[in-house]
């Protein structure tokens, strides 16, 4: 079975662009969650979806977005990219009601470099 | 809130030795209880877990017990190798959230 996939792998950005991360979740998996890992930090909430729509965000400012997908794929998105942005960008994936929420899997994640 | 507390890092052991890495938390009810370990380069991977009190979550050599008159769920193995060398986040879900806390993480590096 697969597991959780992230594309790229790697992101280089400059100051003030869009970066747009993607996350293919566990196959019958409905729940996607986003974190931030930055140098550190440990790992920081960012967004939770749960069957297509945006359950929850974390302390972040509005510029973090994103969305679910029908197949439950996810896409994050960072618009006005400051360096600070810099850090690793987890997905996990969860089974969602059938689990309770209970257990995540994670992806390898993206790193995020803004210069 | 919920929080959770780790032990800095890192920590440095030779082979074969004794690991222990600190875990206390603070949450309402009766949260959930996990390990997971991030090896360089990767994301984080599911090392064992707990839901209940006295519970006993245990793999790969690894184990850790659910203390609820301590709030805490300490990770244990008995002979560390060089390939455990990763950083580890002791986490929790408290029930009626579908967010976990995590703590910081305590990074392990094992010498051959």
């Known amino acids: 079975e697969a597991g959780v996939t992230q594309s790229p792998t790697h992101l280089i950005k400059t100051r003030g662009q869009q970066a747009t991360l993607r996350c293919s979740p566990i196959s019958g998996h409905t729940s996607v969650y986003w974190y931030q890992q930055a140098l550190g930090l440990g790992l920081q909430f960012l967004l939770w979806y749960d069957e297509g729509e945006e359950r929850n965000r974390g302390n972040f400012p509005p510029r973090f977005s994103g969305r679910q997908f029908p197949n439950y794929s996810s896409e994050l998105n960072v618009n006005a990219l400051e360096l600070e942005d810099s850090a690793l960008y987890l997905c996990?994936?969860?089974?969602?009601?059938?689990?309770?929420?209970?257990?995540?899997?994670f992806g390898p994640g993206t790193r995020l470099t803004v210069l | 809130g919920d929080s959770v507390t780790q032990m800095e890092g890192p920590v440095t052991l030779s082979e074969e030795a004794f690991l222990t890495i600190n875990c206390t938390y603070t949450a309402t009810g009766y949260p959930s209880l996990f390990w997971y370990v991030q090896y360089p380069g990767e994301g984080l991977q599911l090392l064992l877990k707990a839901t209940k009190a006295d519970d006993k979550g245990s793999n790969k050599g690894f184990e850790a017990t659910y203390r609820k008159e301590t709030t805490s769920f300490h990770l244990e193995k008995g002979s560390v190798q060089v390939s455990d060398s990763a950083v580890y986040f002791c986490?929790?879900?408290?029930?009626?959230?579908?967010?976990?806390?995590f703590g910081r993480g305590t990074s392990l590096i094992v010498h051959p």
């Open positions: 986490a929790l879900l408290s029930g009626g959230s579908y967010i976990p806390t």
């Open positions: 996990a994936s969860s089974a969602g009601r059938t689990s309770g929420y209970n257990e995540q899997f």
